[in-house]
């Protein structure tokens, strides 16, 4: 199985982050993970990382409900900015709302929809799907 190179969790919740992060070094799942608390900060740092041609993430882990930019808002914003490399997004919420399910399947680079908490089963079957 291969393993991916570079993962980026966006969520504001510290207990998920510290909880994924965990299961990602034991799952061995990445080599590195970049972290952002809310879509804006995310929009802001992904933009300077495509700006400076540096290295962006393979996979993205994305809460839905977050302050000041939610999930859905980041996704509007993001899928807008071209990028040299396709990079595969999660939906990783708690949100079991039938209408979040529908309204993610009407964003093409949405891979899948994952209700936490997430296992290292999750992450296996994601590192197949990418």
């Known amino acids: 199985m291969k393993k991916i190179d570079l993962a980026c969790i966006i969520d504001d919740d510290p207990i998920f982050v510290f909880g994924a992060k965990k299961i990602m070094q034991f799952a061995d799942f990445c080599n590195s993970f970049m972290v952002y608390h809310n879509g804006e900060e995310a929009i802001k740092g992904l933009k300077s990382i495509i700006l400076a041609k540096e290295k962006l993430p393979d996979i993205i882990l994305l809460d839905l409900n977050m302050p000041i ?50 296992s290292i089963e999750d992450l296996r079957k994601a590192l197949q799907e990418g």
């Not at 899928?79 to 529908?102: A, C, G, L, W």
């Open 69 to 118: 930019m939610d999930g859905w808002q980041f996704l509007d914003e993001f899928t807008q900015i071209p990028t040299e490399n396709e990079i595969t997004i999660y939906i990783v919420t708690s949100s079991i709302d039938p209408e979040d399910v529908n309204r993610a399947k009407t964003y093409n680079r949405i891979t899948n929809y994952l209700v936490k908490p997430i």
